[in-house]
T-cell receptor, first 112, second 110 residues
Framework: SQTIHQWPATLVQPVGSPLSLECTVE??????LYWYRQAAGRGLQLLFY??????ISSEVPQNLSASRPQDRQFILSSKKLLLSDSGFYLC???????????FGNGTRLTVT | RKEVEQDPGPFNVPEGATVAFNCTYS??????FFWYRQDCRKEPKLLMS???SGNEDGRFTAQLNRASQYISLLIRDSKLSDSATYLC???????????FGAGTTVTVRA
């Protein structure tokens, strides 16, 4: 069966510090990978998605970036965090085609 | 028009009641639809997939109306544990993205 791992679960970082969130998927190959953010009390905002190694599509201009160094690894990064980067970050995967998304447990980031 | 729109709620219902709410979508070519539930401060979890006219899983029934471009979710015999936000998700055509509705909040009271 397929599983998705995302870490850390919670993170408190000062403004201006770097960020690295990692997500890995097991039990499948060539998944589509996604990073979403959810601000408190709001809906899910798609940040990045990837359909293959090294392929990244950005949805929202911001100070975040994503990378996919391996088929089942997706990393979300920032060089300098802003207060507005606080939120609940969710990694997700889906198979090719009309398949549902499967989410990781999420990372709750608080930028202070 | 937004790609996916949902009844925002909140729907506040007593235990045992039936509650139903809709999700409208703009892409007439969409072939698959998904309902997720999200508990407070948790990740969304897949509740139901719909690939044809509808789907039923226990107390939950999803019905698709392609002509009017909406999908509904009905919860029968509501339980306290059904309290959550329900998200409608629709894949976009010619793309790998899935569009999320803003969610419908359901609260079941004792």
């Amino acid at each position: 069966s397929q599983t998705i791992h995302q870490w850390p679960a919670t993170l408190v970082q000062p403004v201006g510090s770097p960020l690295s969130l990692e997500c890995t998927v097991e039990g499948t190959s060539n998944p589509n990978l996604y990073w979403y953010r959810q601000a408190a009390g709001r809906g899910l905002q798609l940040l990045f998605y990837s359909v293959g190694i090294g392929q990244i599509s950005s949805e929202v201009p911001q100070n975040l970036s994503a990378s996919r160094p391996q088929d089942r690894q997706f990393i979300l990064s920032s060089k300098k965090l802003l207060l507005s980067d606080s939120g609940f970050y969710l990694c997700a995967w889906t198979r090719q085609g009309d398949s549902p998304l499967h989410f990781g447990n999420g990372t709750r980031l608080t930028v202070t | 028009r937004k790609e996916v729109e949902q009844d925002p709620g909140p729907f506040n219902v007593p235990e045992g009641a039936t509650v139903a709410f809709n999700c409208t979508y703009s892409n007439s070519a969409s072939q698959s639809f998904f309902w997720y539930r999200q508990d407070c401060r948790k990740e969304p979890k897949l509740l139901m997939s719909v690939y044809s006219s509808g789907n039923e899983d226990g107390r939950f029934t999803a019905q698709l109306n392609r002509a009017s471009q909406y999908i509904s979710l009905l919860i029968r015999d509501s339980k306290l544990s059904d309290s959550a936000t329900y998200l409608c998700v629709v894949p976009l055509s010619n793309d790998y993205k899935l569009s999320f509705g803003a969610g419908t909040t359901v609260t079941v009271r004792a």
